[in-house]
């Protein structure tokens, strides 16, 4: 049995720089946490625990396309765009709703709204290999998409609000 230290996307997580720090990574911890009902993963670093949203090259081309995507998979990219989405609202102040479709095939769109504006829509594809290269590239992309969402917030104040 390999022990976390020595599992290289552990291993890879860890020495990456202040990636865990930031306010998303932080969210999309304490979801990952949420998910933990008997409490296994109590004593386990938050690196650890994110370890699993990194998928090297050589993860990503042994995947194949064709087929369902894997639940854990799927775990992995709705825990990603919730995090997303509890971050809008908290630097929003405003109620955020999420929707996520995807297709057997792998691709599918995610769309995030407040009662009457869509502050950001984006088409997925190849579902089936979702994970970052690092974990700084994981925060990297989230704290984007968050920006994102609030520029369009702060484009449309008085429709978001309404």
């Known amino acids: ?19 865990l720090a930031t306010p998303f990574m932080k969210c999309l911890a304490r979801l990952v946490r949420a998910q933990d009902s008997y409490g296994l993963w109590k004593d386990k670093c938050d690196a650890e625990l994110l370890a699993n949203f990194t998928v090297t090259e050589e993860q990503r081309r042994a995947i194949p396309i064709i087929g369902d995507p894997d639940p854990d998979v799927l775990l992995r990219l709705d825990l990603f765009y919730a995090a997303v989405g509890v971050a809008i609202e908290e630097r929003s102040g405003l109620l955020i709703s999420r929707t996520l479709e995807i297709s057997d095939e792998g691709i599918g769109r995610v769309l995030f709204t407040t009662r009457r504006l869509v502050v950001l829509s984006k088409t997925l594809r190849d579902v089936h290999r979702f994970g970052f290269n690092t974990l700084g590239k994981c925060a990297k992309t989230g704290t984007k998409l968050i920006e994102d969402a609030i520029k369009s917030i702060e484009a449309y104040p008085d429709v978001a609000r309404a």
């Open 1 to 19: 049995m390999m022990t976390a230290l020595s599992d290289p996307r552990f291993t890879r997580a860890v020495s990456d720089d202040g990636s």
